[in-house]
């Protein structure tokens, strides 16, 4: 099992396990030439999930869960995030260094989520899943949420996509994500929403 103590010291430095397989026995250190962020202030989401949030359609938990929110993340006929990865950042979780936003229907159905990891004012958004409408744009809402009200100043994407791009995902070189992070690790910040409608 990958430890606490070589996860933080790898998000520290730019660097990211993945499995080839849910079954894979040991995970694979990455980092990127390019990587991806939102930036707090440019995040945006569609005026339909904002609609969503207003009437209150799905329940929201932070921290509610967290293993039941990584195996939905890892529910997919091909996923990075193995046993052992689930089991390396549940105990992240137990120690207050990973997070999640889990969003329920009204029978109190699991149906979308997302969890990360903090370290400092960064946060590093690791997976999403979504099986319900919008539902996952509403948990990526509700983080930026945190994010914002917490007094983070990072958020990693890893990677840009097109999908996040709509969300206000941009990508910026490794120099510049050295910087931001080196800037965000000096600071504390709390994955947290004091007011939730």
Same mark, same amino acid.
Request: net charge negative; hydrophobic share 40%; charged share 25%.
């Given at each position: 099992?990958?430890?606490?103590?070589?996860?933080?010291?790898?998000?520290?430095?730019?660097?990211?396990?993945?499995?080839?397989?849910?079954?894979?026995?040991?995970?694979?250190?990455?980092?990127?030439?390019?990587?991806?962020?939102?930036?707090?202030?440019?995040?945006?989401?569609?005026?339909?999930?904002?609609?969503?949030?207003?009437?209150?359609?799905?329940?929201?938990?932070?921290?509610?869960?967290?293993?039941?929110?990584?195996?939905?993340?890892?529910?997919?006929?091909?996923?990075?995030?193995?046993?052992?990865?689930?089991?390396?950042?549940?105990?992240?979780?137990?120690?207050?260094?990973?997070?999640?936003?889990?969003?329920?229907?009204?029978?109190? &159905?699991?149906?979308?989520?997302? *969890?990360?990891?903090? $370290?400092?004012? @960064?946060?590093?958004? =690791?997976?999403? !899943?979504?099986? /319900?409408?919008?539902?996952?744009?509403?948990?990526?809402?509700?983080?930026?949420?945190?994010?914002?009200?917490?007094?983070?100043?990072?958020?990693?994407?890893?990677?840009?996509?097109?999908?996040?791009?709509?969300?206000?995902?941009? &990508?910026?070189?490794?120099?510049? *994500?050295?910087?931001? $992070?080196?800037? @965000?690790?000096?600071? =504390?910040?709390? !994955?947290?929403? /004091?007011?939730?409608?």
């Amino acid at each position: 099992m990958l430890t606490p103590e070589e996860l933080l010291n790898a998000y520290a430095n730019g660097i990211f396990p993945m499995a080839d397989s849910r079954d894979d026995p040991e995970a694979k250190w990455y980092s990127s030439s390019r990587r991806g962020i939102i930036p707090l202030d440019e995040f945006h989401v569609s005026s339909n999930v904002q609609r969503i949030v207003r009437n209150q359609h799905y329940h929201i938990k932070f921290d509610y869960n967290f293993r039941q929110v990584m195996e939905a993340c890892a529910d997919r006929d091909s996923t990075w995030i193995s046993h052992e990865i689930i089991e390396s950042y549940c105990r992240l979780h137990e120690l207050g260094h990973a997070h999640s936003v889990s969003v329920w229907d009204q029978k109190w &159905e699991l149906v979308g989520g997302q *969890y990360g990891v903090s $370290l400092g004012a @960064a946060f590093f958004g =690791e997976s999403l !899943f979504g099986w /319900a409408k919008e539902a996952s744009k509403v948990a990526l809402y509700w983080t930026h949420q945190a994010l914002l009200q917490g007094g983070f100043e990072l958020w990693d994407t890893q990677f840009w996509t097109e999908h996040l791009a709509q969300f206000g995902c941009i &990508e910026i070189s490794a120099e510049e *994500y050295e910087k931001r $992070l080196k800037k @965000a690790l000096k600071k =504390e910040a709390e !994955f947290s929403v /004091a007011h939730k409608k």
